[in-house]
């Protein structure tokens, strides 16, 4: 993550010194003395619903989202808040003003595998590793949720009229498909300020865009010179993969030498070679974190490739998607192999450029490639970069793929929205960080589709993302933190 300083952009005003009312200092205050346990009680009943989107269950008809919005109802309820549910969209909301301030949230998560969780991941553990609240859910997004409706609730305790209605926005399927979300938005009237809490701080005012290269492969092989087969890898497409596996036949002694003593070179991921029936399977453990921070984790799918980087392995599906991914992606994360696709901004940073999930069906492999691109380049340029690589490839290789999908996605660079400075001021307020600038991120949120919508947390600049990783979690400290931040966040804004 880049950080801009804090007059770069000069169409935002640069404050001298951070400053608050001291209405949204005493509130704050009132927040965590009153609600810190029970905002982590909430979350406790939050993570405990598994609101993963599943294909063929519409989210509105999946019982895990009808029990989660059954909760948020009662919730709501509780703490006097209006609630609304539309379907894929539930919106709760403080005052009846004529204009709002929309904080933007999502109640679905990434799927989480129980095998790596110490306790399940729907369950809050506060014990494994004490200070910390580790669960699925904790940091992306249900922690923000939880936080919002107790900062919603602290300013209603105390008898704030603000001028603006307050209202929290918890979209369904942000994970999985924007689709209802942008229907919703045609009708939804724009907000005064937008603020999601999907995201880091100090400000986020630029998100790169998510993009997908998806090619392939689907051969058989000969099974005569040395071959791979079964290869695995990853859990999902925003997700830099943690395993990754194949299956190695027709190798002597010599090569399978020299392929571990590769795998010794790549101390930073973990290998196992386990003798089967006809081969050696070689498993590959790297570490799990957030696609649009690659280097914050370990790609087990371009260390396993990397080891075979040396061979000439037989162009079935497997041994394609070996040798494309060691020859255009390899071990870098910014695409510098891969054509001329590779560029970067000069406050968004790089492109980069992941390999996150092989799926298997029948004899074809599809190799999911994510990609977050800066802006700086149109994306009519980039496609055609990433196609003329592709053909190149095939060409000098001498196959042809079965396929081959490229989205790409919009990057944001939002330098008017008014009230970043403000939301800057209560960063630097409750942090003592004078040097605290806008920032930017390689992942995307649902503020591209606001008006002038820019981020404002959970995570912490200088931390490790933890969304989206096999150990998501947040620290006890920053919830707390959150809710001070979020009090003073709604009460400026609000009268703003």
Not at 265 to 291: M, N, R, W
Not at 455 to 477: A, C, R, V
Request: aromatic share 8%; net charge negative.
């Amino acid at each position: 993550m880049k950080i801009l300083s804090l007059c770069a952009i000069s169409l935002i005003a640069c404050s001298v010194q951070a400053t608050l009312q001291d209405t949204s200092k005493r509130v704050a205050d009132y927040a965590v003395d009153t609600y810190q346990q029970a905002q982590i009680h909430t979350l406790s009943n939050m993570v405990s619903f598994p609101t993963v989107n599943e294909s063929g269950i519409n989210t509105p008809d999946n019982p895990h989202f009808i029990g989660f919005k059954q909760l948020l109802k009662m919730k709501a309820a509780e703490l006097g808040l209006d609630y609304q549910d539309l379907g894929y969209t539930v919106l709760i909301g403080l005052g009846q003003q004529g204009e709002k301030v929309t904080v933007v949230t999502h109640g679905d998560v990434q799927p989480a595998d129980p095998k790596k969780w110490q306790k399940s991941p729907y369950i809050l553990d506060m014990t494994s590793e004490p200070g910390k609240l580790i669960a699925r859910g904790t940091e992306d997004d249900k922690g923000p949720i939880a936080t919002a409706l107790y900062a919603m609730k602290a300013i209603k305790d105390q008898g704030l009229v603000l001028e603006n209605r307050i209202e929290l926005m918890i979209y369904l399927a942000e994970e999985s498909d924007w689709a209802p979300l942008k229907a919703f938005m045609k009708t939804y009237e724009q907000p005064k300020y937008a603020i999601t809490i999907d995201a880091s701080y100090p400000v986020v005012v630029a998100e790169k865009g998510w993009s997908l290269v998806a090619p392939t492969f689907d051969a058989s092989s000969a099974q005569t010179d040395m071959y791979v087969s079964q290869l695995k890898g990853g859990a999902f497409k925003s997700q830099i993969p943690e395993d990754a596996s194949v299956i190695v036949h027709n190798a002597s002694n010599e090569i399978m030498a020299q392929i571990k003593a590769k795998a010794a070179e790549l101390s930073t991921a973990k290998f196992e070679f386990i003798p089967v029936d006809g081969g050696v399977k070689v498993l590959s453990k790297g570490v799990s974190a957030h696609s649009s921070e690659p280097a914050s984790g370990v790609n087990a799918i371009t260390h396993l490739a990397a080891l075979f980087s040396e061979f000439k392995l037989e162009k079935n599906s497997d041994g394609q998607a070996i040798t494309f991914i060691n020859q255009l992606i390899g071990l870098d994360l910014h695409g510098k192999q891969f054509g001329e696709i590779a560029y970067k901004h000069d406050f968004m940073g790089p492109m980069t450029v992941s390999p996150t999930v092989i799926e298997r069906k029948g004899t074809a492999i599809e190799l999911a490639i994510n990609l977050r691109r800066p802006v700086g380049k149109e994306a009519v340029e980039l496609s055609e970069q990433i196609n003329t690589a592709l053909t190149q490839w095939q060409k000098q290789h001498g196959v042809t793929l079965a396929n081959i999908e490229v989205s790409l996605g919009e990057p944001m660079l939002l330098d008017n929205a008014p009230h970043a400075q403000k939301l800057l001021d209560i960063f630097k307020h409750y942090t003592r960080d004078e040097e605290a600038g806008f920032v930017s991120i390689g992942g995307g949120t649902n503020a591209k589709l606001f008006d002038n919508a820019v981020s404002f947390g959970p995570s912490m600049p200088g931390k490790k993302y933890t969304g989206h990783s096999e150990h998501e979690y947040l620290t006890i400290e920053q919830i707390e933190l959150n809710l001070r931040m979020y009090t003073a966040m709604m009460i400026e804004l609000g009268n703003m």
